[in-house]
């Protein structure tokens, strides 16, 4: 299974950050997988942000919800993650990943003016 991360690596300040997980090697409804958005800020931790089931049901962190929306295009095999009013504080290295077994690269995402 492969991921890829993909969206704007550059982002201004109250903008919606968009990012997109393509995935081959296996189907994003296959059972009983979920595949998830995790972030990285410079010197913290990672950060589980929420995630998409294989039935399409979706799950967020407390910390995040209200900003974040995660979506599926399963005719794409993809999945994406929506951060709304973003601040310099999001910017983080952000990875999709299937559990915590198959992770994408990671692509950097900065907040800046």
């Known amino acids: 299974v492969q991921l890829q991360e993909s969206g704007p690596g550059l982002v201004k300040p109250s903008q919606t950050l968009s990012l997109t997980c393509t995935v081959s090697?296996?189907?994003?409804?296959?059972?009983?997988?979920?595949w998830n958005w995790i972030r990285q800020s410079p010197g913290k931790g990672l950060e589980w942000m929420g995630a998409?089931?294989?039935?399409?049901?979706?799950y967020y962190t407390p910390s995040l919800k209200g900003r974040t929306s995660i979506s599926r295009d399963t005719s794409k095999n993809q999945f994406t993650l929506q951060l709304s009013s973003v601040t310099p504080e999001d910017t983080a290295v952000y990875y999709c990943?299937?559990?915590?077994?198959?992770w994408g690269k990671g692509t950097l995402v900065t907040v800046s003016s």
């Open positions: 090697g296996g189907s994003i409804t296959a059972t009983y997988y979920y």
């Open positions: 990943a299937r559990d915590y077994y198959y």
């Open positions: 998409v089931a294989f039935s399409g049901t979706t």
